[in-house]
């Protein structure tokens, strides 16, 4: 190391000895400065190095000669955190060369002196920096040690307490656990696993599990365990039984998980089963119950739904099967329950229940009753209709023999719809609303039988059916309307009165006409209530009318015409309801005239004319309608309570050829001259022409109707027709 | 599998730790064999790597200095590492004698030495726990005692942001622990970086790699991801510069180059 240049000066106010010192530590601080690690400043550093200059330089001059200061000096170093050994090197190098000229005095010790004592300095100050460093070094490896061992007696306690934990969870969990290598072999289990094996430890541990195959494992369960223990897989979960040790059956929810080692290579096997034997007995408990009838112990119909979407669904690759349906109605067996009591009746129905199972044993054959005396037979083992077909025929030979109960010999019949079909094509509902249609076509033609399903008698019967189910709610949302189409006196054209016609809006297919409802709503009794409501309402027309045209002379109050079907006529309230409505719309009885139709009256006693002659004596007229098209009894006429006849439009159209008919001529005029002669009034219907109202008034007709005069409207075109008329 | 929350983790000093490769750098002996291997290594491709410890330690100690000059006396130091000369309580006291100081670290190791030194020390503790869960720092016993979370607190996250990968979401982290604060809390940081380096980046990526064989991998960021860190806070003079230029107490000439590498920044939560 080059020696800087002397000083200049000898012992100046600014280079005294503290000064001199000062300089000696910058060169050393900014010597060492570089090689050390410390985070303080130069100048921080350099107040460090102060006092161990001190030592060094006092040592120097010290008299007697003592090293122990340097020793000091050397340690300082280190504590300074000069740990690098080359802080010493360098520190050395900066004492040989500056102490004693920064520190050096003249007071006795000669150059040499110096020299010699500033050697062996360093000496003693390696030997301090060394033996410090050695300390320190020692100390610090003994505190990590130290530490690394806190850390870790600190690991495995939280390790053990983690264990201990562990190993509460193992013995007091609520569900088994068991653990086992990869070769099966169960190393490992707790003691609730065991509980749910038998209670046998030994029964489980140290066995394998491939032992533990059950018929009923699913095919999947030995494919994931197989992809398990090769580490293919991670973790499965199935639904799987075992054998106890007693033979009995242990039903477990199973999850089974890889552990794998710290390098990531598969080591064991951890499972865990919950115990579901009970649930599942319950389940499957429940689950018979809610699909079974409990009466007969039949499939029931969510059973027999879920059966029939598997029959009437193509297969998950499109391949189609087929299926067939026989659709059973008990004859009469509502005559049997109410004549015999309802115990007798499900008697019955058990009987039928188990000659019917008897029909059907095979495989992808099931009966399963629907609710009432209703039952189905399902099978997906057919080749086409004969073999339904079939199938229906034993039902009906097994249904033939007579059902002994109390002694009884009760005779059972029933009526079947039969569909059969390709899979795939039909939803579950349209097979079975196929079927019952069909099941019902077999009950009109007498019952006893078996008719296959027919897509036209189907449709037809679908609409037929739709309009029939929409029927009471269109009465209450009053979908029902009334149009009125006049009546018109033949010899002046004055207006008489109208007919009430009563029609459907209905939502979907518009405006429907009586011929498409009224025999429907007969069907379903809905007539009665409905014929209430026209005639209600007809009533109150009328009588409104007559408040805005209050005529008088010849033309006499407008009437209105309503329709009496023949359900509506053996109503026990007809009478009493007509007069009801009479009364509060204030109509007079002789303003009313109900319209009967001659095939209602056919036959008809005593018993059924009486309410129509109570009527017709308390004013209201009677008139027989579409006269002419049934069996037109003349001889009859004279006991009804009629006093119009409305002749039917078949022979009005007669006379709108051109030459009229004679013959149809001949007759009109007979029919009209015997009414008079009986003194019925005769109205005509269907008159379109001129021509036509004409050779009618010739002939001596009383009224008419028809498209002539106006088709049917709404009220208030009668209205206006009858100011026209008393213009 | 991630190890769950009560399990500590295994202390296995057959692998390096950086921590006590840092005490290392620093000239220490609380290190092992496999600690200086590892240091050796990477100090092959990087041989300054204890000078840029040395700068991270300088800054540390000027920006614990500015903390205390504006009256932030409480000092959250998360991954504090091996205890060593010129730690933040003797700095921060030297300012204040009534400063605080929490040492965080995941290296149960650290942990046990810190608790060994810091025995009897009042207004210190020391928590195990990660900066990738920062949940567990604040809510552990030692900060809930010894920090109060009206007043301000300078965290301190120097030298270990660079340990987290994005995948441990090191931005949310310090956002989670500055939305914990009180308003004139200080962010303090430093955050290795290729750009300073005065070897080229190839070179310096040979130190990655030896990072690599330890459990902290190294993070390079540049400075406008070291910048993000700050998002939310505002930096105070000089912003986010190489250590040497963060309010140097002398001469940034006088410097060795490597101090240079990486960068360090304060902010101030308003």
């Known amino acids: ?727 | 599998m991630e190890r769950p929350a009560w399990a500590p983790p295994g202390i296995d000093i057959s692998v390096p730790s950086v921590s006590r490769m840092y005490d290392f750098y620093l000239g220490g002996s609380h290190n092992f064999e496999v600690d200086r291997e590892a240091a050796r290594k990477a100090m092959e491709f990087l041989p300054g790597l204890p000078k840029i410890m040395q700068a991270n330690r300088a800054f540390m100690r000027r920006a614990v200095r500015y903390a205390a000059d504006n009256d932030v006396t409480q000092f959250l130091d998360i991954g504090s590492g091996i205890p060593t000369f010129g730690n933040v309580h003797e700095v921060a006291r030297a300012a204040d004698p009534a400063a605080r100081v929490v040492y965080v670290d995941h290296d149960p190791v650290a942990v046990a030495h810190s608790r060994a030194v810091l025995d009897g020390v009042d207004g210190t503790g020391v928590v195990a726990a990660d900066l990738r869960r920062p949940a567990d720092i604040l809510h552990s016993a030692e900060v809930r005692e010894l920090l109060d979370f009206d007043r301000p607190v300078a965290l301190l996250l120097i030298a270990v942001l660079h340990f987290l990968e994005d995948a441990d979401r090191p931005y949310e982290a310090v956002a989670e622990l500055l939305d914990a604060l009180a308003p004139g809390s200080l962010l303090v940081l430093t955050h290795a970086s290729y750009e300073g380096i005065p070897v080229d980046a190839e070179r310096a990526s040979g130190t990655v790699d030896v990072y690599r064989s330890t459990r902290s991998p190294l993070v390079m960021r540049t400075a406008e991801e070291i910048g993000r860190f700050f998002e939310g806070v505002e930096t105070v003079e000089p912003g986010l510069v190489p250590m040497p230029h963060w309010r140097p107490d002398s001469p940034a000439e006088e410097e060795d180059p490597y101090a240079f590498s990486g960068y360090a920044g304060v902010g101030r939560k308003a």
Not at chain 1, 8 to 18: F, H, L, N, Q, V
Not at chain 1, 137 to 148: D, G, H, L, V
Not at chain 1, 175 to 203: K, P, S, W, Y
Request: aromatic letters at 6%; charged letters at 25%.
């Open chain 1, 1 to 727: 190391m080059k020696v800087p240049s002397q000083p200049s000066g000898s012992a100046g106010e600014t280079d005294g000895p503290e000064d001199r010192l000062r300089r000696f530590v910058t060169i050393w601080g900014r010597a060492i400065f570089p090689v050390t690690a410390t985070s303080l400043t130069r100048a921080e550093f350099e107040g460090h190095l102060l006092p161990l200059a001190r030592l060094l330089c006092d040592a120097l001059l010290a008299r007697p000669f003592d090293t122990a200061p340097a020793q000091r000096a050397g340690a300082g170093l280190v504590d300074a955190h000069c740990t690098d050994p080359d802080a010493l090197g360098r520190s050395l190098g900066v004492v040989d060369s500056y102490l004693v000229l920064y520190c050096g005095r003249d007071d006795g010790l000669g150059g040499e002196d110096l020299r010699a004592r500033c050697a062996r300095l360093q000496h003693a100050m390696a030997t301090g920096y060394a033996q410090a460093l050695r300390e320190r070094t020692r100390a610090e490896q003994e505190s990590i040690a130290r530490s690394a061992l806190a850390a870790r007696s600190a690991a495995e306690i939280a390790l053990h307490a983690t264990e201990s934990r562990f190993r509460a969870v193992f013995d007091g969990a609520a569900i088994g656990i068991g653990i086992a290598d990869l070769d099966g072999r169960v190393l490992e289990v707790n003691n609730t696993l065991t509980r749910m094996f038998g209670g046998v430890e030994g029964h489980v541990r140290g066995s394998n599990i491939s032992e533990w195959v059950h018929p009923e494992d699913g095919p999947h369960v030995w494919r994931l365990y197989d992809e398990l223990v090769r580490g293919e897989r991670e973790q499965y979960r199935v639904e799987k039984p075992y054998y106890r040790g007693d033979g009995t059956v242990l039903w477990t929810n199973l999850t089974v998980s890889l552990l794998r080692d710290a390098e990531g290579e598969p080591q064991y096997q951890l499972a865990l089963m919950e115990d579901v034997t009970e649930r599942r007995l319950l389940h499957l408990r429940l689950r018979y119950e809610a699909t079974h009838d409990a009466l007969t112990g039949l499939p029931n119909r969510t059973l027999f739904f879920e059966r029939l979407e598997k029959a009437v669904t193509a297969g998950p690759n499109g391949e189609k099967g087929r299926f067939g349906l026989c659709y059973l109605d008990l004859d009469g067996f509502k005559a049997i329950n109410d004549s015999l009591g309802h115990s007798v009746g499900d008697r019955l129905l058990v009987e039928v229940a188990d000659r019917l199972q008897s029909c059907a044993t095979g495989p992808g054959e099931m009966v399963a009753r629907l609710g009432g005396d209703e039952f189905v037979a399902l099978t997906t083992r057919t080749d086409g209709e004969r073999d339904v077909a079939g199938l229906a025929d034993r039902i009906l030979a097994a249904l033939s023999g007579p059902i002994g109960i109390d002694g009884r010999e009760l005779t059972v019949r029933g009526s079947l719809g039969v569909v059969e079909g390709p899979a795939g094509e039909r939803t579950p509902a349209e097979v079975l609303r196929s079927a019952d249609i069909t099941m019902y076509r077999a009950k009109s033609a007498g019952g006893n039988r078996f008719e296959l399903a027919d897509p036209e008698a189907d449709a037809r019967a679908i609409t037929r059916h739709g309009l029939t189910t929409a029927l009471p709610t269109a009465l209450e949302r009053g979908e029902f309307f009334i149009e009125y189409q006049p009546l018109v006196h033949l010899d002046d054209g004055s207006v008489h009165g109208a007919e009430a016609l009563v029609r459907w809006s209905h939502p979907q297919h518009g405006v429907l006409g009586p011929d498409r409802f009224i025999p429907l709503a007969e069907d379903t009794g809905l007539i009665v209530p409905l014929g209430r409501w026209v005639l209600q309402e007809a009533v109150r027309q009328a009588r409104s009318w007559q408040l805005e045209n209050p005529r008088t002379g010849g033309a006499g109050p407008l009437r209105v015409n309503v329709n009496l079907s023949p359900t509506q006529l053996h109503h026990p309230r007809l009478v009493a309801d007509t007069v009801d409505v009479l009364e509060r719309a204030g109509l007079d009885p002789g303003a009313l005239c109900l319209e009967v139709t001659e095939s209602a009256l056919i036959g008809a006693d005593e018993d059924l004319l009486k309410p129509l002659r109570q009527l017709a004596e308390m004013g209201v007229d009677i008139a027989l309608d579409d006269f002419g098209t049934g069996y037109s009894n003349l001889a009859n006429l004279r006991r009804l309570p009629v006093s119009v006849l409305k002749l039917d439009r078949s022979f009005t159209r007669g006379m709108q050829q051109h030459p009229v008919d004679p013959v149809d001529l001949k007759i009109v005029e007979g029919i009209v001259s015997l009414a008079h002669s009986l003194e019925l009034a005769v109205t005509v219907e269907g008159v379109e022409t001129a021509a036509q109202a004409a050779r009618l008034r010739e002939i001596g007709c009383d009224t008419a109707q028809g498209w002539y005069y106006a088709r049917p409207g709404a009220p208030d075109r009668i209205h206006s027709l009858v100011l026209a008329d008393a213009v």
